[in-house]
């Protein structure tokens, strides 16, 4: 069964720190592109970043480069999202996805590429 768990999400004060987590179980982690995405109330769900778990190549939306970086622990098949400066427009609901990197762009932030998603963590920055 494929498996994805998201951790770390919180409440965290404009200008904090938060780092994410995702655990992946039942596919073969090297196989995958592993991104996450954010969405927020009201709003259309967006890519934030991904990383190719093969490779270790990122990928980061505007809004989030300079403060965000992904990075992958292959031995734990989790992969991590170490959000700083954070800001009240960040905060949503974030989503760890999975797709095949043999059937996508490595740097794809389009949802429809992931076959598989977590339940979600969310994060909430206050002003």
């Known amino acids: 069964e494929v498996q994805l768990v998201e951790s770390g999400g919180g409440l965290v004060q404009a200008g904090g720190s938060l780092r994410l987590s995702c655990a992946a179980s039942?596919?073969?982690?090297?196989?995958?592109?592993i991104a996450w995405f954010h969405q927020a109330p009201g709003k259309e769900r967006e890519g934030v970043s991904c990383i190719s778990a093969e490779t270790g190549r990122t990928y980061y939306a505007d809004s989030v480069k300079g403060r965000f970086t992904i990075s992958s622990d292959n031995a734990k098949n989790t992969v991590y999202l170490q959000m700083n400066s954070l800001k009240p427009e960040d905060t949503a609901d974030y989503y760890c996805?999975?797709?095949?990197?043999?059937?996508?762009?490595?740097?794809?932030?389009?949802?429809?590429?992931?076959?598989?998603w977590g339940q979600g963590t969310q994060v909430t920055v206050a002003s």
């Open positions: 996805a999975a797709g095949p990197r043999a059937t996508m762009q490595w740097f794809s932030m389009t949802a429809g590429d992931y076959d598989y």
């Open positions: 039942g596919f073969t982690f090297d196989d995958y592109i």
